[in-house]
C-alpha cells in the first residue's frame, strides 16, 4: 500500500468528538506499552505521526488519522497498566466498549499483543468480547525483532493456541516485518466494509 498522505485528524475524549466521515475505520487496540502507535508510525512509513512513549498509560483519548483520504486509523488508549489509578482503568473499559459496540466506521480491530509473552487475562479478554460480539478482528504479535525465528515460530503458535486459533501476525516496527501481511488484510477488511 502507497500512502500517500498521513495526518492527524484529533484526539477524542468523548463519544461527541469522534469524527463523522463515514469512511471505514480500523482501530488500533493492545496493552499500554504493546507498541499501538509504532505499529501506526510503521505501517504508514512516517516516524512520528502517532506519538510513541515510555511512560506507558499516558495515552487517555483516541487519536485518529485519515490516510489517503480514504481510511480512517483510530488508535485508542493502552490497557492494563498497573500504575494507572484504578478509577483511570475502570474509564478504559468503558470507553472501549462505547467505542467498539457504537462506531458504525469500524471496519477492523487490530488487536495487538507482546510477541515475547503470553496474553494477558485483559488481553484475552478483549478477544473475547471482539469475538462475542462479532467485530471484524485480527491479531498482531509486535516487537517480533526481540526474538530468534525459531523463538517467535513458537510464541506465536503458543498465542494462536490461547486466543481460540486465531491466526496471528508477527510484526515489527523496528524492521517493518509484517507490514505487507497486515496492509492485505487491512485492505479486505476495507473492501468488504458496506459503503
Ligand atoms: P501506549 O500509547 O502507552 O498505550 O503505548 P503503545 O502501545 O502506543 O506503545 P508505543 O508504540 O509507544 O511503544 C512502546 C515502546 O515499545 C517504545 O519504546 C517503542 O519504541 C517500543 N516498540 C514498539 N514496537 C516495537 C517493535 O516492534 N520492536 C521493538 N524492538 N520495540 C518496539
Ligand atoms: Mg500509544
Same mark, same amino acid.
Given at each position: ?7 492527524? #485528524? ?12 463515514? /469512511? ?5 487496540? %493492545? /496493552? ?12 504508514? %512509513?512516517?516516524?512520528?505521526?502517532? /506519538?510513541?512513549?515510555?511512560? *506507558?498509560?499516558? =495515552? &487517555? ?5 485519515? #490516510?489517503?483520504?480514504? #481510511?480512517?486509523?483510530?488508535?485508542? *488508549? ?11 482503568? &475502570?474509564?478504559? +473499559? ?14 477492523? +480491530?487490530? &488487536? ?7 496474553? =494477558?487475562?485483559?488481553?484475552? &479478554?478483549?478477544?473475547? $468480547? ?22 517467535? /515460530? ?10 481460540? +486459533?486465531? *491466526?496471528? #501476525? ?5 524492521? +517493518? ?5 497486515? $496492509? ?12
Amino acid at each position: 500500500m502507497r500512502v500517500a498522505r498521513a495526518e492527524f #485528524i484529533k484526539s477524542a475524549f468523548e463519544r461527541s468528538h469522534w469524527p463523522h466521515d463515514k /469512511r471505514p475505520e480500523i482501530a488500533f487496540l %493492545g /496493552r499500554s506499552n504493546v507498541g499501538k502507535s509504532s505499529l501506526i508510525n510503521s505501517l504508514l %512509513g512516517r516516524k512520528g505521526l502517532a /506519538r510513541t512513549s515510555n511512560t *506507558p498509560g499516558r =495515552t &487517555q483519548s483516541i487519536n485518529f488519522f485519515l #490516510i489517503n483520504e480514504s #481510511i480512517t486509523f483510530a488508535d485508542l *488508549p493502552g490497557y492494563g497498566y498497573a500504575k494507572v489509578p484504578k478509577t483511570m482503568r &475502570q474509564e478504559w +473499559g468503558k470507553m472501549a466498549e462505547q467505542y467498539l459496540s457504537e462506531r458504525e466506521e469500524l471496519a477492523l +480491530g487490530i &488487536q495487538l499483543v507482546d510477541s515475547r509473552h503470553e496474553p =494477558t487475562k485483559l488481553d484475552k &479478554q478483549l478477544h473475547e $468480547w471482539l469475538r462475542f460480539n462479532g467485530k471484524p478482528s485480527i491479531i498482531v504479535a509486535t516487537k517480533a525483532d526481540k526474538l530468534s525465528s525459531n523463538q517467535l /515460530r513458537k510464541n506465536i503458535s503458543a498465542i494462536e493456541n490461547d486466543l481460540s +486459533g486465531t *491466526p496471528v #501476525i508477527a510484526y515489527s516496527s523496528v524492521t +517493518g516485518n509484517g507490514r505487507d501481511l497486515l $496492509w492485505r488484510a487491512i485492505n479486505s477488511a476495507v473492501a468488504e466494509f458496506p459503503k
